[in-house]
């Protein structure tokens, strides 16, 4: 198993390391309505809680959202968005030493969240939904996640199509690369994302999953979200919050084929699947 290595991704002052061990994205959701974890983390002390937790847990990354982006979610203000998440990433900012990201599409709520200190912009439309975006992800040095999504959120999954999903996604990913390079973001703070169960069926996931490894040749570092997807419901059987098993699977699958970076819901059981994942992968690698 041949790994593609990147020495590291420059998000602001901050740095990620990748090579042979695996990155974990922590998710904190602070919204009423995540497919997942929706109302748990609306106090922003249990937020705060919870953030420290995930990295006690091991967790490399942060990742705060203020808005539900899942299938048939609806669309928040920036107002709206700002207010639900300015208290904790303020807070964050001035305790974490390990990268925080916001997961938004709205450059005015990625600019405070920035301001408040964190390093990574995690846009689910790949800076197309608000056309600021990118120049306030290039003006601030931070790092940027661009992910694949067909559709919008509130209608994506009601007939998802594609005559090639991994040849599709790449071609929107290598334009999503060489759009944010145009504007001035250098290669080395780019990591890119498939968009597992955005605008996909399970069989697309699927596909997406077993040929991963292609999406290496985009010459990015590679994010994949997961955890607790529908997907894995439909093919368990189980309701969201038993799922556990079945995201270590497909996260063990996803470190073999050379993922940089998992976004994930449940830190410490999550990192002990990679962590055996990923020596199997290096041991195949000497």
Request: with cysteine.
């Amino acid at each position: 198993m041949s790994v593609v290595a990147f020495p590291e991704i420059r998000c602001r002052e901050k740095t990620l390391s990748l090579g042979t061990k695996v990155l974990i994205m922590g998710i904190l959701n602070v919204t009423p309505d995540s497919f997942s974890d929706g109302g748990r983390f609306l106090d922003p002390a249990l937020a705060i809680d919870q953030a420290q937790k995930m990295v006690a847990e091991g967790a490399d990354i942060i990742d705060i959202g203020g808005e539900s982006t899942r299938p048939g979610s609806s669309y928040v203000s920036e107002e709206e968005e700002i207010e639900r998440i300015r208290p904790i990433v303020e807070a964050l900012g001035k305790c974490m030493d390990i990268p925080l990201s916001i997961d938004t599409r709205k450059a005015a709520v990625a600019q405070m969240a920035l301001d408040c200190g964190v390093s990574i912009v995690n846009d689910v439309s790949a800076m197309q939904d608000d056309p600021r975006m990118a120049q306030v992800v290039q003006e601030s040095g931070a790092g940027v996640v661009l992910m694949h999504r067909q559709g919008q959120s509130g209608t994506m999954q009601k007939t998802p199509h594609y005559s090639d999903v991994v040849a599709e996604v790449k071609a929107f990913l290598s334009t999503s690369i060489a759009m944010a390079l145009s504007v001035g973001i250098s290669s080395d703070r780019i990591i890119i994302d498939p968009g597992i169960g955005f605008g996909k069926t399970c069989r697309h996931n699927l596909t997406i999953l077993a040929k991963l490894g292609e999406f290496l040749q985009l010459e990015q570092p590679l994010m994949v979200g997961l955890s607790r997807k529908a997907f894995i419901g439909e093919l368990t059987g189980k309701p969201v919050a038993e799922r556990e098993m079945g995201n270590a699977a497909a996260m063990a699958l996803a470190v073999w084929h050379g993922v940089h970076i998992l976004r994930v819901h449940d830190v410490a059981a999550m990192k002990d699947a990679i962590q055996v994942a990923q020596g199997l992968r290096n041991s195949c690698d000497k």
